[in-house]
C-alpha cells in the first residue's frame, strides 16, 4: 500500500510558468518530508525538505507548502527552466528514517 | 570518488542465477540505505546499515535478498535464484551521520532478468 500518493503524474508547463506538485499521506508518525529531482539513468537528487512545524519552505525557484491538518504538501516550481525537465518524487519518514516515495510526476518544460 | 558509486550499472540475469550488486559510499558515510525502484515508479525501501550493523532489512521482498556491509564500508546486495519480479534499479544511498539526513544516491544497478 503506497503510503503517499502523488499527482499529477505527469505535467507540461512553458518556460517561465509554475509547476505545481501534490502529495498526501495518512501516516501522522510521518516527520521529515524531503523532494527529490531525477534525471534519466541518473539516482535521485536531495532538492529540498521540510518538517512539519513550518508551512512552507522557500530554496530558490522551489517552494515546499505544507498542511499538517490536511496531511497534504506541494511543491511549487517558479520561473521553470527547460532544465527542469525531470521526474519529482515526493517522500516521507518518521523515526525509523525509511522514506516512503510517492510514484513521481514527469515535469517537462516547453521551451 | 566525489559520489556514491554502484556496480555493474546493468546487469543481465538468467531467471535462476544469482547476482551481486556492489555500492561503494561516500568515503566517511555512516549511513547506507538499499532501494529498489522499478520501471515508472518511485524508490521502495529495501535494508539500511549503519556502519557494518543491519538495523532495518524490513524491505526485503523475500529471503532470496540478502545485503551484507562487513567492513562498515562497501556493501553488497546478493540476490538468489532471481526472477523476473526481481528486475528493477536498485538504488544504494549513503548519509554522512546517523540518524542519516540527506541522502546521496548512486545511479543504481539496473538488473534485467529474462
Known amino acids: 500500500q503506497q503510503q503517499v500518493k502523488q499527482s499529477p503524474q505527469s505535467l507540461i508547463v512553458q518556460k517561465g510558468g509554475i509547476s505545481i506538485i501534490n502529495c498526501a499521506y495518512e501516516?501522522?508518525?510521518?516527520?521529515?518530508f524531503p523532494w527529490y529531482q531525477q534525471f534519466p539513468g541518473k539516482g535521485p537528487a536531495l532538492l529540498i525538505a521540510?518538517?512539519?512545524?513550518?508551512s512552507e519552505k522557500k530554496e530558490g525557484r522551489f517552494t515546499i507548502s505544507f498542511n499538517k491538518s490536511a496531511k497534504q504538501f506541494s511543491l511549487h516550481i517558479m520561473d521553470s527552466q527547460p532544465g527542469d525537465s525531470a521526474t519529482y518524487f515526493c517522500?516521507?519518514?518518521?523515526?525509523?528514517?525509511?522514506?516512503?516515495f510517492g510514484a513521481g510526476t514527469t515535469v517537462t518544460v516547453r521551451a | 570518488g566525489a559520489g556514491v558509486s554502484q556496480s555493474p550499472r546493468y546487469k543481465v540475469a538468467k531467471r535462476g542465477q544469482d547476482v551481486a550488486l556492489r555500492c561503494d559510499p561516500i568515503?566517511?558515510?555512516?549511513?547506507l540505505f538499499w532501494y529498489q525502484q522499478a520501471l515508472g515508479q518511485g524508490p521502495e525501501f529495501l535494508t539500511y546499515?549503519?556502519?557494518?550493523?543491519?538495523?532495518?532489512k524490513s524491505g526485503l521482498p523475500s529471503d532470496r535478498f540478502f545485503a551484507e556491509r562487513p567492513e562498515g564500508s562497501v556493501s553488497t546486495l546478493k540476490i538468489q535464484r532471481t526472477q523476473q519480479e526481481d528486475s528493477a534499479v536498485y538504488l544504494c544511498?549513503?548519509?554522512?551521520?546517523?540518524?542519516?539526513?540527506?541522502?546521496?544516491f548512486g545511479e543504481g544497478s539496473r538488473l534485467t532478468v529474462l
Open positions: 544511498a549513503s548519509s554522512p551521520v546517523w540518524p542519516p539526513g540527506e541522502l546521496f
Open positions: 501516516n501522522t508518525a510521518f516527520d521529515y
Open positions: 521540510i518538517r512539519p512545524d513550518v
Open positions: 517522500a516521507a519518514s518518521s523515526n525509523d528514517y525509511k522514506l516512503s
Open positions: 568515503s566517511g558515510h555512516v549511513s
Open positions: 546499515f549503519q556502519n557494518e550493523a543491519q538495523l532495518d
